[in-house]
């Protein structure tokens, strides 16, 4: 064999080479975007599950206005970001945001018994104004994930 031929030859190995190589490579990516699919979707899943749950605590009074808004908010983000245009969810919103200042845990547990009260009394009237409109809220969440 002349030269040119143990080139061409050698050439033609190394170029089927390193098209199994790149094939073998993409089967690897593509393998982890399904993997990577498959854990969002779970993820969605949960969170949808979790917003459920927690709009359906809301509708039966297991869980308080406020601290049902300040919980669906986060979830509410994560899985639609356009959520807040929705003028059905917005009693949510509007909800979470006016709490959204409150002390909480060690904070709370730091204010004067005074400053506390003075939080409460806040925070109840939020919920005597805002009551129906998030369990509204929460009934078109429930509904939406039915």
């Keep these: ?11 033609v190995l190394i170029i089927a080479l390193l098209g199994w190589v790149a094939a073998r490579e993409l ?6 975007e399904a993997a990577q699919r498959e854990k969002d979707q779970t993820r969605m899943s949960n969170l ?10 809301v509708m039966s009074d297991q869980c308080d ?7 669906l908010k986060p979830l509410l983000d994560a899985t639609d ?8 969810l917005r009693p949510i919103l509007v909800m979470a945001e006016a709490l959204a200042d409150q002390p ?7 204010l004067s018994k005074q400053e506390r009260m003075r939080l ?7 919920e005597a104004e ?5 369990k509204g809220a929460c009934q078109a969440l429930v509904r939406l994930d039915s």
């Excluded at 064999?1 to 050439?11: D, K, N, P, Q, Y």
């Design 120 to 126: 409460d009394l806040q925070r109840y009237k939020l």
């Design 27 to 32: 089967k690897k990516v593509a393998a982890l």
């Design 48 to 57: 949808r599950i979790s917003v459920d749950a927690i709009a359906r605590a």
């Design 1 to 11: 064999m002349s030269g040119i031929t143990i080139a061409l030859v050698a050439g």
């Design 65 to 71: 206005i406020s601290e049902g808004a300040l919980r």
């Design 104 to 110: 909480i845990k060690d904070a709370r547990q730091a």
């Design 130 to 134: 805002h009551s129906n409109a998030v």
């Design 81 to 88: 970001p356009n959520w807040v245009d929705r003028s059905d």
